[in-house]
């Protein structure tokens, strides 16, 4: 019988692993490790309350514990939280905290806490953040500390914040921000008017925005706050309560070789402090509000034309009259105070001051403003 050699397993290509029994089976040489370890990461800010917030800020900056500058401890990071609610329920929170306490307590924290809340806040993404908690916080210190503590930090803090707002890219923010600008005219016009100027370009940039989007009741709320603007110049400087030291115009006539105009020379940057439009940008703003009576000119032009414009009634007609009458003689003793060599007339339309009874209408200005 013929014996053949036993092969040997030596050159086997593939081999399967016994695996014993209760034992795991052995993976791949190529297989990824997919395992981890979890770790937990403590805060303690975050696990600490709100009383031991406070006793901790007391503790390193030695402040009494009821004052109102260890009580903001808690609310001001809350300020700054990703949730829209947590905001405001922590800006409500700071406005409660502002009504309990008195004058110089708010004073003392409005720079470092408060001030650059209420700028960061004109911006807010949320609309009921902007409305309901920093408008009425805004009016609130405004009403309470005046000119005396906001001198400090409005232009450098409160001022640029109002200037984003006005140019913010989403209307619901430019539109909130010109209700802020209304508040400052009302309470804090002698820090509003050294930024005239700037101001009028930007109201006048918004309002042609909101007629090309077709937002003609926003376009007429901007209207109304440069007519607040230029009153509160005319009231300032009317009552001498110091607006030329601050704020001062010059007005020169010059003449081109295609027509004969005025401009306003705007003063120094290092005046105002603040970037200095060019002599067009504020003839643009003043020309601006000339041309934006022509809608009440030309809604009121058939009482004018009867020559009954001057008869009391409540007709649509009679109504713009007076708007219209109103905007001329805001116009006509913004020029009278100002003591400028220049003509208003030149910053109306031509077809508003060649109209033949043009010029009637502006005698009854000049006679309503010298009583």
């Given amino acids: 019988m013929v014996q053949t050699k036993k092969k040997t397993s030596e050159g086997k290509d593939f081999e399967k692993t016994k695996v014993k029994v209760g034992r795991a089976k052995p993976g791949a040489a190529n297989m990824t490790d997919t395992s981890f370890k979890s770790r937990r990461l403590n805060v303690h800010e975050q696990a600490l309350s709100h009383t031991e917030k406070i006793e901790r800020y007391v503790l390193e900056t030695r402040v009494e514990k009821d004052s109102l500058e260890a009580q903001l401890q808690p609310l001001l990071p809350q300020a700054d939280h990703y949730n829209a609610q947590s905001r ?133 709320t901007a209207l109304e706050t440069a007519y607040a603007l230029i009153d509160a110049y005319i009231k300032n400087a009317v009552s001498n309560q110091g607006i030329n030291s601050v704020f001062e115009y010059e007005w020169h006539s010059i003449q081109r070789s295609d027509l004969s105009n ?83 007339r030149s910053f109306l339309p031509k077809t508003m001051t060649n109209h033949a009874r043009f010029h009637v209408i502006l005698e009854r200005v000049s006679a309503n403003v010298e009583q």
């Avoid at 001022?159 to 010109?178: C, E, K, M, Y």
């Avoid at 003839?283 to 809604?299: P, V």
Wanted: with cysteine.
């Fill in 88 to 220: 405001k329920e922590a800006l409500l929170g700071i406005l409660k905290l502002c009504k309990e306490r008195g004058n110089d307590e708010l004073g003392h924290a409005l720079g470092p806490f408060l001030m650059g809340r209420m700028a960061k806040g004109m911006v807010d993404s949320d609309q009921q953040i902007r409305n309901i908690a920093i408008l009425p916080l805004t009016l609130f210190l405004f009403e309470r500390l005046g000119f005396s503590h906001l001198e400090a930090f409005f232009a450098s803090i409160w001022l640029p914040g109002l200037f984003v707002a006005l140019t913010h890219l989403d209307n619901g923010i430019r539109s909130d921000g010109l209700k802020f600008l209304q508040s400052a005219i009302k309470h804090l016009p002698i820090l509003v008017l050294p930024s005239f100027v700037r101001l009028l370009d930007l109201l006048s940039r918004h309002h042609r925005h909101c007629l090309n989007s077709n937002h003609r009741k926003e376009a007429i």
């Fill in 262 to 344: 005025y401009l306003l020379r705007a003063p120094p940057a290092q005046t105002l402090d603040l970037p200095s439009p060019t002599a067009e940008e504020a003839n643009l703003c003043l020309r601006w509000i000339g041309e934006a009576s022509m809608d009440n000119w030309l809604e009121a032009l058939p009482l004018i034309n009867s020559g009954r414009e001057n008869q009391r009634a409540s007709s649509p007609e009679a109504l713009a009259y007076s708007r219209f009458f109103e905007i001329i003689k805001r116009l006509y003793r913004f020029q009278k105070i100002s003591n400028a060599c220049f003509d208003f």
